[in-house]
């Protein structure tokens, strides 16, 4: 494996209130955008994609039972995708596996006319966003 650039990020960690729910829809999409399963215990699950992997943990220190993307703190997570078809297959299939479209009056373009994303909420109040690549000789 080549070693990571420096300042690449290295992993993120979620606690979550039910482990269940973030594997069924964290997990499954993680899965889609092509990350592996890499750690199992008890309490946790991660997945890797690279050198960077992101971890979902039922921590008996949480002081909530749900996130908040409105508090201070992590607002939400953005990733790569690979095209506008891939923005909405994954849109589609979302609603399955615990996830809510944000903005729907303004989806794909929420972000703006020339961004072409989807913006996913969980049950448990985690944002996640879908920014399809542009198409060559698009920026």
């Known amino acids: 494996m080549n070693r990571p650039a420096h300042g690449t990020l290295h992993h993120v960690e979620l ?3 039910d482990l269940g729910r973030a594997v069924a829809s964290l997990g499954w999409l993680l899965e889609e955008l092509g990350y592996a399963p ?6 946790g699950r ?3 994609l ?3 992997y992101l971890v ?9 039972g749900r996130h908040d993307r409105h508090r201070p703190g992590l607002n939400h997570l ?3 995708v690979e095209d506008a078809a891939a923005v909405d297959r ?3 299939d979302a609603a399955d596996h615990g996830w809510h479209l944000l903005f729907p009056e303004r989806h ?3 972000g703006g006319e020339q961004h072409y994303a989807a913006y996913l909420e969980n049950d448990d109040g985690f944002e996640v966003e879908l920014v399809a690549n542009p198409s060559p000789g698009q920026t």
């Open 90 to 92: 994954l849109t589609a």
């Open 50 to 52: 690279g050198p960077t």
């Open 15 to 17: 606690w979550v209130p």
């Open 38 to 43: 890499h750690q199992h215990w008890d309490a």
């Open 46 to 48: 991660s997945w890797r």
């Open 56 to 64: 979902v943990e039922r921590s008996p220190a949480l002081t909530a």
């Open 78 to 80: 953005a990733f790569h």
């Open 108 to 110: 794909p373009h929420a």
